[in-house]
């Protein structure tokens, strides 16, 4: 370090002396930046090993890079030179680089050189990284090798500017590299985006070796529409005694991942123009010569709370990617719940809008996954097909009389008329009240599925409604309703799906889309997902029988640190969730609350967003939902289950002591007393009267309005909407558009989705990531092993194993599904 610090001393003198010390050449003696003009302070490409180490660590993906350099008279470069370059990321924080280089000398009066560079760039966060190199340089005349270190570190507090210094040759002694003597040198570059984007870079670098000896030099680069770069640069520099410019310019033609950037070079005198050429191949496309147009086949098996996320960012990038010319959709048993099928449908819709068509391809389908498709350009089913469209429907289980028949009693008090979620533990069936809230939701539902399908179809919704009492409809008696064009098989579908696209269209999986390298820390979009039922402590996650419950300490913990991020520039809280316990609830919402006061806060609301699910919707900036979300059930229950009768009917023998009026009150073999009944409903009562308190300052309404919607009434993202629980309608998509708008973010902005969850049992018992692709099928082939019913019935009861007996509940039961 000390010989560094010495370097940066006679830097500074040597700059006290300029202009007239401008004698030394900006770029190294073994790396072409001069021949070509490559930006120092970012190469963007593997040839950073050997230009700039720290610069390895703005690399997206993995980079491949080929130089050749034809020397010309006059210039800085009079050798012959050549080289290869490979470099990729190790994870966040660690990229890693290595070349081989080969010089030889134009004239023959130098012997020529071979080189290899080993290279790697740590992160220190998004604005800061620490580059290291180690070349060793071998002479072809017999001469001792070389061995010399680069240390560099780049800066990028912005996309506008980046600024890297770079100590180059550090050796011990004064060595030589055949008749050159390699002086030690530190050069220090500052490139800015004055238009704010990659569209125009300028940059200025100098350097100045251990003799006090300058270099300056330029470089400007400009995007060419529909083309690539072009690069100018000049380098102030002296050889032989002579001061020189040295100029070269070059244009960057990239076609996808694949670049080819030829060059020219030459001196003032111009006596003599050299060329050179650089190749790039990367492991993400680049924006350059518009590419041949594909169509994206999207499955959307599996759509749960997550993967929907995923489906939704991937037809929205189709959306906006010119190189897209349509879509189709395989929805292949999603099964995807009535919201949840609004939100596909929307992109469906908007993708035909934009002349995008999209053509959807059914097996044996729900009528949700029929829903979903119904305005895609054509619709194709498989000839043994069958499509399930009949209604709209919901399950409600009773388990009063079972727990009353094996000696269990459910002991709950509750606060609200409508709030039915302790009814399916103590009744027999629905009460009125319910009834009168399901019938309600049934009602709405049903409405708005004859009139979006009726305007898919071009029929009125009298003719739709009798055609739903017919269902379900077989593959030939969906064609001849005109539910569907044809029925195709699916080794046929590419050929069937060309009658939409064009004979000649190209079928495959979405690409990734071609973006530029930037310059430091961009905005991003934090996605915060609370899916399943809200439990205390972390998250649960039980791959056998497909739970996942959010924990309020995980969630919080979460939305905090995307809160203190400075690159999440807005957070949308995803929320799928029937609620649950009320302090992991209220413990989200102030983790919202405090990131609300900080950078936008959406709440964009899936299939069910009540209770508690609400209470964590209240804390943010805006609220949005589906059409036929299921929202509101503003109330709490408290409660527990005794065990008593149970334990007398098998044997056992129970016996008390406390000290204490209420000091068994907690305990699982006896009911409440009527004064431990009546001090819950004391408490109950504060704590309701919190969670109007809560709503009622995030919806901008007097607690007394939120009492009259509240009382465990749960409504359709319609309703809540016409009452003020809502503020838009739209899905995912829409409350992402929402947050990158108020974040001023195009829709290239990177999304950070957290928690993290395992996605397979692997991954569980392990907890890594590494294993999620090993693990899938043993999950897959484990949770098949358990019968659908049964699995259904322990998804439903299995959160009661881990809500606490003795805490108060905000949790609804009952979602809507399409029959």
Known sequence: MSRVACVLFAALVGFANFPSALRAQVSSSFTPETAFPISLASPGSALSASVNPSSLGTLPSWSLSYSYVEPA???????????????????KALTIGSGIEFVRAHDGSRADQNGFVLASSVNFGPCLSLGTAWHMRSPRDGASN???????????????????????????????????????????????????????????????????DL?????????????????????????????????????????????????????????????????????????????????AKVALRGLGPRRLLSVVRTLELALHDP????????????????????????????????????????ESASGSEYYLCAGARRVAIDPAGLIRLMGVGGDALFFGELLRNVGLRADFVRIGRYKSAPEQYTNDGSSEATQEVRKSLLDGAY????????????????????????????????????????????????????????????????????????????????????????????????????????????????IDRLTDDPRIRAIVLR???????????????????????????IASMGEVAASGGYYVAAG????????????????????KVDVAQLAKRIGVGIETASRGAHAGSESLFRPFTDEERAGLADMMRVWYRQFLERVAEGRNLTVERVDELARGRVYSGDEAQALGLVDSLGGFQAALAR????????????LVVVPEVPSNLLEYVTGTAQARAAGQAEASRLGSAIPAPLRALLQRLYPWTVLSSTAPMALYEGPLRLE
């Not at 943010?620 to 409660?639: C, H, R």
């Open 620 to 639: 943010a900036s805006e609220i949005w939902a589906s059409p036929s979300t299921i929202t509101g059930s503003i109330g709490i229950f408290y409660g």
């Open 447 to 558: 409405r708005r599925l004859l009139s979006d399908l009726s305007a898919d179809l071009g029929r009125d919704e009298s003719w739709l409604k009798a055609l739903l009492d017919r269902g379900p409809f077989l593959a030939q008696q969906a064609v001849q309703e005109k539910l569907v064009a044809a029925t195709v098989d699916r080794h046929d579908l590419e050929r069937d799906a060309r009658a939409v696209f064009g004979a000649h269209a190209v079928l495959r999986e979405p690409q990734p889309t071609a973006q530029e390298p930037r310059f430091g820390p961009t905005g991003q979009i934090g996605v915060v997902v609370v899916d399943g039922t809200i439990v205390d402590g972390n998250n649960v996650d039980v791959p056998f029988i497909d739970v996942h419950m959010s924990g309020g300490h995980t969630v919080a913990d979460a």
């Open 739 to 750: 947050a990158r708008q108020l974040a001023k973010l195009d829709v290239t902005a990177e």
């Open 215 to 295: 270099g300056l030099r330029f470089i400007a680069q400009t995007v060419v529409r529909k083309l690539g770069r072009l690069a100018v640069a000049g380098e102030r520099s002296e050889r032989n005694g002579q001061a020189l410019w040295t100029l070269s310019a070059g244009l960057d033609v990239r076609f996808g991942a694949v670049s080819l950037a030829p060059g020219v070079h030459g001196g003032e005198q111009g006596d003599e123009v050299g060329w050179s050429m650089l190749a790039d191949v990367h492991g993400q496309p680049r924006i350059g010569l518009p590419e041949p147009g594909y169509v």
């Open 73 to 91: 008279n006059g210039t800085s470069y009079r050798d012959r030179y050549q080289g290869g370059w490979f470099a990729t990321p190790l994870g």
């Open 575 to 601: 929320i799928d969730s029937p609620g649950g316990a009320v302090m992991a609830s209220d413990q989200i919402w102030r983790a919202a609350r405090r990131a609300r006061a900080k950078k936008p806060v």
């Open 323 to 362: 190189r897209v010319d349509g879509v189709v959709l395989l929805p292949d048993g999603a099964s995807p719940g009535l919201a949840t099928a609004q939100e596909v449908r929307l992109l469906v819709s908007a993708l035909e809008q934009a002349g995008k068509p999209v053509y959807c391809y059914l």
């Open 146 to 212: 070389l061995n010399a270190a680069d240390l560099s570190l780049s800066v990028r507090p912005s996309p506008r500017f980046a600024l890297s210094v770079i100590a180059r040759d550090l050796t011990p002694g004064t060595p030589r590299l055949g008749d050159r003597e390699l002086r030690e040198s530190v050069a220090l570059a500052a490139a800015v985006r004055p238009v704010g984007d990659d569209r125009m870079v300028l940059e200025v670098a100098g350097k100045a070796d251990t003799e006090g």
